[in-house]
T-cell receptor, first 113, second 112 residues
Framework: NAGVTQTPKFRILKIGQSMTLQCTQD?????MYWYRQDPGMGLKLIYY???????DKGEVPNGYNVSRSTTEDFPLRLELAAPSQTSVYFC????????????FGPGTRLTVT | GENVEQHPSTLSVQEGDSAVIKCTYS??????FPWYKQELGKRPQLIID?????GEKKDQRIAVTLNKTAKHFSLHITETQPEDSAVYFC???????????FGTGTLLAVQP
């Protein structure tokens, strides 16, 4: 099992550009999450999904969109990048049927200039 | 919604000493409390967790205690080693959504 994978690892965007951060898990988890981690700070939940076709907002959803068309994939879309979105983005997945544990991907480091 | 506070923000100990990190939560319905370790540039890794029906859990040098009445939970690391140096995050989860709310983290430095 690869676990949770994220692409790209690094990205530099100009203000106003758009991009999609990819997240895929091969553990058949029903729950998936997107967090952002600003330097020296904790993780803030952006969006989450409890299953294919179902998404909901977390603590800091503004400026982002998500979709969940399959169990495996949970992409995060930035439409108009702003410097405030410079952060490290972590995707995570979990299966509430057996455990609350969340498994994190390696992260995407995004810089908006 | 849930709010998690974590103290201290930084902690420096000598190798072999114990380290204690404390968290408080606000939602009495929270029922799961994990602790994550994050090394520089790496992803958070679960090191121990506790559910609300348990008061204490131990795994070798690491233990977690939970006081539901006071809504406190703590991480205890004994016989600290330099490789324990990292940022530690507490979190709380509850309800049907399984939304993890994280504390702000504690930077633990173990001095050899």
């Amino acid at each position: 099992n690869a676990g949770v994978t994220q692409t790209p690892k690094f990205r530099i965007l100009k203000i106003g550009q758009s991009m999609t951060l990819q997240c895929t898990q091969d553990m058949n988890h029903n729950y998936m999450y997107w967090y952002r981690q600003d330097p020296g700070m904790g993780l803030k939940l952006i969006y989450y999904s409890v299953g294919a076709g179902i998404t909901d907002k977390g603590e800091v959803p503004n400026g982002y969109n998500v979709s969940r068309s399959t169990t495996e994939d949970f992409p995060l879309r930035l439409e108009l990048a702003a410097p405030s979105q410079t952060s490290v983005y972590f995707c995570a997945s979990g299966n509430t049927g057996t455990s609350y544990e969340q498994y994190f991907g390696p992260g995407t480091r995004l810089t908006v200039t | 919604g849930e709010n998690v506070e974590q103290h201290p923000s930084t902690l420096s100990v000598q190798e072999g000493d114990s380290a204690v990190i404390k968290c408080t939560y606000s939602d009495s319905a929270s029922n799961y409390f994990p602790w994550y370790k994050q090394e520089l540039g790496k992803r958070p890794q679960l090191i121990i967790d506790i559910r609300s029906n348990v008061g204490e859990k131990k795994d070798q040098r690491i233990a977690v205690t939970l006081n539901k009445t006071a809504k406190h939970f703590s991480l205890h690391i004994t016989e600290t080693q330099p490789e324990d140096s990292a940022v530690y995050f507490c979190a709380a989860i509850g309800g049907a959504t399984n939304k993890l709310i994280f504390g702000t983290g504690t930077l633990l430095a173990v001095q050899p």
